[in-house]
């Protein structure tokens, strides 16, 4: 449901309104609103806001060198050894950075000098001294010319892939005539560069190992800076938010408050003398939205703001879908087996999880549960149809499973899966409708309502009126004619009432066009739900395939190979087939409720989400 809030506006004097926010920000329950205006000049808040995001990057940067086995007492953390911290990390990253670099340029001039081998550019310096010039050619082998070893005394160093790289020893004033490329070296020696590189990578393993312990040891402290920082940010936001007025004297502030905490703020705005105004909330009002649900419901609220909140003047549609969706889910996972696996999945991991996370593990193991029973009712475990096989434990309750075999011939040959999630379907949607109609009559009164209800009654009635003699069961005339009244009753208000305000010829033709939109809509619908019995039907089909493959192909094979080959088999099979189906028995779930179920109830979301004004 959604939590009824009451609109407050605040009139505070201009010294006083610094020290009013803090108070208010002590009670924790006020949505302020805010506004955009000032926010991106106001030097303040853009400090803290780069702030902020250095504090993010720092602790982002220090996450990837946690390493729990690196052993360190934890410090006191405190917000201004965290400031401090920000600034310490992000110069241990320009550093890391410059010294990968380094690395990088080190490695590339010792790639290049790698084919020249070991040299001394000293005696290079005293052969030029005396006279001499070494040249350096790097040239392929197919350019190459062997007159070159004559003629210039060419000296071949090394050959790489189909290079050669060669020197040549020339006095000063002698020309030399290679046209090929001349080697870019380094200034320094291979073993110089090799000494560099080691020297590099040792300075970057002591960062590196100096930023774990900082992860290990600090980390709170970045938290409890980046915690503060975002209540410095959020108050400067609420400072900016208020409108002065009076010659600056005075600031008009609103805001929002659960209704159940009303009286704690009233208490605290007599208590301190402050003028307030309590206002109606009107239909126009954008209001925040805090849902509160039971503990069943509460697990489906993620799946609500997948999609989007509702606004304030509908139904929360989180408790409304909760049990069709625990029910979908089941019958598009359909096996009892993969049923088992996710309950005792999700309970395993609801111990190792941190609580935040917790509320989802229960929200699979809910999930298993449906599936589980909607296998034990089908007759399918892992892949097995249990109504098929010949095990002496199974001979009393095979006739009970809900299969195609046992029951097809009571429902005309459909499968009675089929048939269920038709029925299942209708009831969703009749359901939204009915939502529909308390919607609009929550929000203009039960006389626009009167046509959404009057579908309802009509669908029903003609359910009724010709379903139940098809099954061979006579109705006495005297109510066969009062269903034909109440279908025609119904008629009337869907052709000549469904829009109040409006003459009878509009009426007639929005009763019209949506007589055709409800003919087309409802077939298509309805359609959707055959969905859930074809997922579970094709996952049960693949798990009973990859069993065949398992046994029947490794029937020629002596027992422990067998033995092997069909586990594998049926690992590797069955884990494929699980995949299929969690996905589908999650996604398909999820379209019936926010495009089959809110259509029909005439959801409209749009709601933003309660943000109290707290430390």
Partial sequence: MITKMKKFTFLIFHKEYEDFLLKLRELGAVHIEEKQ???????????????????????????????????????????????????????????????????????????????????????LKDLEKAGYKLHFYISTTRDFKQEWIDLYQAVIINQTGSHYCFVVLSKDGEYIDIPVERARLSTHSL??????????????????????????????????????????????????????????????????????????????LEGEHHFYQEEKVAMTDDVPILLKNNSFSKLYEPITRMFALPNYSELDPTPLFAPFFMLFFGLCMGDGGYGLLIFLACWFLKKKVPESAKSFCTLGEFFGLATIVVGILTGSFFGIALDSVEWSWLKGVKQYFITEKNYAHLLGGYSPLMVFAIVIGLVQILFGMCVNAIKITKQFGIKYALAKIAWVVLLLAIAVTFGVPALGVAFPAVVTYLLYGIIAISVLFIMFYNSPDKSIFSNFGSGLWDTYNMATGLLGDTLSYIRLFALGLTGGILGGV??????????????????????????????????????????????????????????????????????
């Fill in 37 to 123: 205006e000032g926010q991106a000049i106001n030097p303040e808040l853009q400090e803290s806001m780069k702030t902020y995001s250095s504090i993010n990057s720092s602790i982002a940067y220090l996450q990837k060198f946690t390493d729990k086995k690196l052993e360190g007492t934890t410090q006191p953390a405190s917000v201004e050894r965290g400031l401090e911290l920000a600034k310490e990390v992000e110069v241990l990253k320009q550093k890391s950075e410059k010294l990968t670099q380094q690395l990088q340029s080190v490695q590339k001039e010792a790639d290049i000098m790698e084919p020249w081998g070991e040299f001394s550019w000293t005696v």
């Fill in 191 to 268: 073993s110089e560069l090799k000494e560099q590189h080691q020297h590099i990578e040792e300075e970057l393993e002591a960062l590196k190992n100096k930023l774990a312990t900082l992860s290990n040891t600090e980390a709170e402290s970045l938290e409890l800076a980046k915690d503060e920082v975002l209540s410095e940010i959020e108050f400067s936001r609420i400072v900016l938010g208020g409108d002065k007025c009076a010659g600056d004297k005075l600031v008009l502030l609103q805001g929002w408050i659960p209704k159940d905490k009303e009286t704690a703020l009233i208490d605290f």
């Fill in 546 to 615: 990859f069993n065949s493959l398992a046994f029947d192909l490794t029937e020629t094979l002596s027992p422990v190979p067998r033995f092997i080959a069909a586990f594998l088999i049926l690992i590797f099979g069955h884990s494929i087939n699980f995949g299929l189906c969690l996905i589908s028995s999650l996604v398909h779930p999820m379209r019936l409720t926010f495009v089959e179920f809110y259509k029909n109830a005439g959801f409209e979301g749009g709601g933003r989400t309660y943000k109290p004004f707290k430390k």
